[in-house]
């Protein structure tokens, strides 16, 4: 398929997927992975091979909604309070129509999708870390890269990340 066409389609099925609590959803966050996957060259490919759990083969798609499924009692029924932390991490907000970011306003200490993308890729690059912080970090950077390129998800802090905007026809 010729990339416009691939990016039209990916763009018309984020839409359709984007919901209320779930950000881009499972489907959309997939096809982003999916996508980053055509991008990868070979030893690449082995790199997230190795870091990715054995039986996923590589295949970032499978894990990228996990920094969701572990926020959520329905998903993750026993744990979900342990990840609590991390829900800041999914999206920047500016004050409201303020189009500047400025990351010692809005990502104090670094907790924002921004920082979380810079912790993460320092950490899975970082040899010192064990292979379960790694993994652990290949996994929400394949998530939060998703999550930053979502309409609105770096937004107004009173659009609670687009969730307030409706893109219906208010009329119907
Ligand atoms: C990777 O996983 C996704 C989601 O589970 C699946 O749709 C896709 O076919 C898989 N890709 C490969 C190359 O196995
Ligand atoms: C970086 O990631 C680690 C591991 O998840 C976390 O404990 C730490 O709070 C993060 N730091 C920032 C600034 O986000
Ligand atoms: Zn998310």
């Known amino acids: 398929?010729?990339?416009?066409?691939?990016?039209?389609?990916?763009?018309l099925l984020a839409t359709i997927v984007v919901t209320k609590t779930h950000s881009w959803g499972a489907v959309g966050?997939?096809?982003?992975?999916?996508?980053?996957?055509?991008?990868?060259?070979?030893?690449?490919?082995?790199?997230?091979?190795?870091i990715l759990p054995w039986y996923v083969y590589g295949n970032m798609s499978m894990l990228a909604s996990w920094p969701d499924n572990i926020l959520y009692p329905d998903t993750n029924p026993v744990g979900y309070l342990n990840w609590d932390w991390s829900k800041p991490l999914h999206y920047v907000n500016t004050p409201d129509y303020v189009c500047q970011y400025v990351p010692s306003r809005d990502c104090v200490e670094d907790n924002c999708i921004d920082g979380a993308i810079q912790n993460y890729t320092k950490r899975l690059a970082n040899t010192a870390l064990d292979h379960v912080q790694r993994q652990e970090a290949l996994q929400f950077l394949v998530h939060y890269v998703g999550d930053i390129h979502q309409p609105l998800h770096s937004g107004f802090t009173s659009d609670r990340g687009g969730n307030s905007v409706r893109g219906d026809d208010p009329e119907s």
């Open 1 to 11: 398929m010729p990339l416009g066409k691939l990016i039209f389609h990916f763009f």
């Open 29 to 50: 966050h997939a096809f982003v992975a999916r996508i980053a996957m055509t991008f990868l060259t070979d030893s690449s490919k082995t790199f997230i091979k190795d």
